[in-house]
Structure formats: structure tokens, C-alpha cells
């Protein structure tokens, strides 16, 4: 029963739409920013259709998300659990088989559940997508010649810019050509989501598809590029090195960037999110035009966001940043009242708001408080096991000093203010409001302030027992990347998740 909402969510009964309960979709913008998004104020119009359906959705202007990688994070939304609870982290890639996730919940209360991916780790091979009965992948099986056409329709034949370009020359990880470029999907999702609605007849839906467009290696079309940038900034795109090796390179002051290959950088993850922007509408379009957007309960969220430069720092992974915490999150339900909250949320809520939204009972584990409702204590994020170099990485410059990113970190937001610490004695404290690029650090200043911040992240994580590794059973067991068949593999080397095959 639906009580107790905000935004004058009918209360007392479950929208009747579909079997009396109304379909879900999760649509997970894989490494997308906030502040780069029109939606959000971004000076380039880079997600005007997202921009167009959040007028009748809720914006929440300051969600966070649970943790700084694919694996974490997708976790923490699935389970509602931050990673000290749950334990999927760079050192156990796998979500265990005892924990109860949105998809399952959804699944018992009689919803066919269905997904579908871009990310091999949100696949089999961390069993993130437990409780699905249909996942639908872009890089392999039914959809991967859809999904590579798409790709490579948005090729250039003069762009040298990544692994993934025609014209590529560089050094470093290339981009297997056996897998035929079968990484930008969210067409083809739109495309397998509406079928699989149009077959279902009365029986609700819950779906969940993630978007790889703005994950590196970016080859947005010349479409997108054109429409937010200059002639001489698309031109730009095309000849600049935004490979994965210059990234990591300039991490680790190895390849130092020029001021006009930053701007080549940010400039293709803009016009990789107007290709995105434009996949997430062609989906609102088919929900639309077979009435079912209105009755539909979407949510548009990110995993985690991505370093652009700033500080020296790229890609995502290694740091607690803003740049990669602050997450887009827009809520539509039938009966859910538009409008902005400027309150601070976890992408860990989503979970319990879904469950509101839908009519469902709670679920019987700890989970965390929903967005859609109103607290006071602080939003926490965490990052377990540090992640470590890649190995390619280590190999190209094997005197790094090995601690460099090798940190675990505890970060709690409140009020205005972000605290974050790390397990080797690193302490931040910043005033967001008056300080978003974190530059000035208060914590020797106010010390009450950092002091009652790690009293708020205890308070909050309290409900949540500690991961037991004892309570795994025989089948939780990661899937290393080169035990995957060879297109899996293959992608996640491209995408600076595994070593190359020998």
C-alpha cells in the first residue's frame, strides 16, 4: 500500500495500470556527470530531451551516488546497502547470492523482470542482474550486430582519437575488432524494451537498461558533435589523443595534456551525451506513443560520474571528487508531482522509492530510507578494496609509487558540507555551497565539524550488518575477465577494466 508520499502520490492503493501496478524502467546513464547536463544548468544543450521529460518528473538537484565504479554502485542501488554491507568491490567482484535486490523484489510481487546491459560487468559475470529472468547484452548474443551497427554508423573514417576511431594509430589497448565495435546500445535497448512490452500483455514490467555511450572510448556521431560545438572544437575531436593510455598517462604525470586536449576531452564526452540524450528519447518516444509514459514509473540515474581533467585527474575509479559523486536522478510516476529538491540524496534510496511508487511491500532486509521521503542525517558513500592500476599501466611505467591510489574511502554529506577520509589518514572537509570544486579543505579548521561528520556517517550506517565473507555460498564466485568468452573479454579490456589477453 502506498502511503505517505511526497509530491501527492495518491495514497491507499497501487496505480492501476498494468495488472494494477504500473511498469518500472531504471535507465542507468553509465558515467554521466550531473553538471554536464542540461538538465541540470550545463551551458551546452547537451540532454535536451532529459530536459524535456524532467518537467514532469522530480529533479533532485544534489543525488550522490553510493560508490565510484560500475560494480559498487550498481550494488548499492540494487540492494539499497552501502559496499561495507554488501561487498562488491574491486577485490570481489560479485554481488553475493544471499542479498535481496530491486530486481528480485519485484520479480516475487509478479513483475516479468528484464534487462539489459552495455557493461560486461553488469552481467552474469558479477551477478548484479540476480533476479532478472531476461538480460539482453549489446556485446553478445541477439542484440550485438544491432547494437555494433549503431556503433559504427557514428564512425568517422578521419577520427584518430580513441581505440575505438577507424583512424586510430596509437599505442596502448586497441579495441578488439572480433566484438565489431558492439558498444554504444541504447538504441538497440529501446528497440528489444519495446518489443518486450509489446508481448507481455497485462503483466507489469520492471526493466532496467544501462547506456555505455559516455564511457570511454567516446566516438559520438558528427550529429552530436555539431550540435554543441564549433566547427574547429568538432575538427578538434577528431585529431586529439583521448585514448585510454593518455588518460592513465596523464593521471600519472607520465603524458602531460595541453590546454586544447582538455578541451578535445570534454568537448567529445558533451556530444557523447547528446548521442545518449538522444537513445534515452527514442525510448520515451515508444513508451509514449503506446500510452504507457504517463503510467509508466521511470527513473533516470547514473552510477557515478567522470573526472575531466580536473586536478589532473581522469576517468573514474580513483577519487571521491564531486566530478564523480554528483549523479543525475529524475523520478516520473503516475500521481508524482513535478518539481526540483535541492535536499541531499543517495542513489541507494532508489530502491525503497521504487517499492512506494509500485505499491509493494517493504522489502524484509535493511535498505536505505527513499528519496522520495524526507531525512536529516547524513548521505554516505564508501569504496572498499582500493582498486588498483591496471596492469598495462604498472608494465609502461613500473616506477610508480604504488600508493598513489591505493586508498579505501569513507566520504558523508550533510547539510552543505562533504566530509571524506581515507584509511591512510587523508581528511577533507569542504563547504559545497561556497565551495563546489572542493579547493579550500576545513577540516584542521573545524574540527567539530569534521568530528560530528563522523559521527553522522556511524549513525547512518549502523542498520546495515557488516559484509561476512563466511556467508558466501558455493556458487558466489567472480568470473575473472579472461575466463569470459573472447568478445566479453575483449570489451572490458577496452574499456580499461582488464589486462589484455595474452
Known amino acids: ?53 524532467a518537467e514532469g518528473a522530480v529533479t533532485f538537484d544534489r543525488a550522490q551516488s553510493a560508490g565510484l565504479w560500475t560494480v559498487p554502485a550498481h550494488a548499492s542501488l540494487f540492494t539499497g546497502m552501502p559496499l561495507s554491507s554488501h561487498g562488491a568491490d574491486a577485490a570481489w567482484i560479485w554481488l553475493d547470492d544471499r542479498f535481496l535486490t530491486v530486481g528480485e523484489w519485484f520479480g ?29 547484452l549489446s556485446f ?72 555505455l555511450e559516455a564511457h570511454h572510448p567516446r566516438v559520438p556521431s558528427r550529429a552530436a558533435r555539431e550540435a554543441v560545438l564549433t566547427p574547429e572544437a568538432v575538427a578538434a575531436t577528431y585529431v586529439h589523443d583521448l585514448s585510454l593510455r593518455h588518460l592513465m598517462g596523464g593521471m600519472e ?25 538522444a537513445a534515452v528519447g527514442e525510448l520515451l518516444d515508444g513508451l509514449k506513443a503506446r500510452n504507457l509514459l504517463e503510467q509508466t514509473v521511470v527513473v533516470v540515474v547514473a552510477d557515478h560520474g567522470e573526472h575531466l581533467g580536473e586536478e589532473d ?77 591496471l596492469p ?8 610508480l609509487a604504488p600508493r598513489r591510489w591505493n586508498r579505501r574511502w569513507q566520504v558523508a554529506w550533510q547539510e552543505t558540507y562533504k566530509f571524506a577520509r581515507s584509511d591512510d589518514g587523508v581528511v577533507r572537509l569542504h563547504d559545497l555551497a561556497t565551495d563546489p570544486a572542493e579547493v579550500e579543505d576545513l577540516a584542521a579548521d573545524r574540527p567539530g565539524l569534521a568530528d560530528a561528520a563522523v559521527r553522522a556517517m556511524v549513525a547512518a550506517t549502523r542498520p546495515f550488518p557488516p559484509y561476512d565473507r563466511q556467508q558466501r555460498s558455493p556458487m558466489d564466485r567472480p568470473r575473472p575477465a579472461l575466463t569470459f568468452d573472447e568478445p566479453m573479454a575483449g570489451q572490458l579490456e577496452a574499456l580499461g577494466y582488464a589486462e589484455p589477453s595474452p
Open 1 to 53: 500500500m502506498v502511503v505517505g508520499l511526497a509530491f501527492g502520490v495518491a495514497c491507499g492503493r497501487a496505480p492501476e495500470v498494468a495488472g494494477d501496478r504500473p511498469h518500472v524502467v531504471i535507465l542507468m546513464l553509465d558515467t554521466v556527470r550531473a553538471d554536464h547536463m542540461s538538465v541540470y544548468g550545463y551551458g551546452r544543450p547537451t540532454t535536451p530531451r532529459l530536459a524535456a521529460f
Open 392 to 399: 598495462w599501466v604498472e608494465a609502461l611505467w613500473p616506477d
Open 253 to 277: 604525470g607520465r603524458l602531460p595534456w595541453t590546454d586544447a586536449e582538455r578541451a578535445a576531452l570534454v568537448d567529445a564526452y558533451d556530444a557523447s551525451l547528446v548521442d545518449l540524450d
Open 313 to 389: 585527474m581522469f576517468d573514474h575509479r580513483w577519487s571521491v571528487r564531486q566530478p564523480l559523486m554528483h549523479v543525475p536522478l529524475i523520478v516520473s510516476a503516475p500521481g508524482l508531482k513535478p518539481g526540483r529538491r535541492g535536499d541531499v540524496v543517495s542513489t541507494m534510496g532508489v530502491f525503497a522509492a521504487l517499492t512506494e511508487l509500485a505499491g509493494l511491500p517493504k522489502p524484509p532486509t535493511p535498505h536505505w530510507p527513499s528519496v522520495l521521503g524526507s531525512r536529516t542525517g547524513a548521505v554516505v558513500a564508501e569504496s572498499g578494496a582500493p582498486v588498483p592500476r
Open 140 to 211: 553478445r548474443g541477439p542484440d550485438r550486430d544491432a547494437a555494433a551497427l549503431e556503433t559504427t554508423a557514428k564512425l568517422d573514417p578521419s577520427d584518430a582519437s580513441t581505440e575505438l576511431s577507424p583512424a586510430w594509430a596509437g599505442e596502448g589497448p586497441g579495441w578488439p575488432r572480433h566484438i565489431t565495435h558492439a558498444k554504444d546500445g541504447g538504441r538497440t535497448a529501446a528497440t528489444a524494451l519495446l518489443k518486450h512490452l509489446d508481448g507481455v500483455g497485462d503483466q507489469p514490467v520492471f526493466a532496467f537498461i544501462n547506456y
Open 108 to 136: 516475487q510481487h509478479g513483475y516479468d523482470t528484464w534487462a539489459f546491459s552495455a557493461n560486461p560487468y553488469v552481467s552474469e559475470s558479477s551477478h548484479l542482474l540476480q533476479g532478472f529472468e531476461t538480460v539482453r
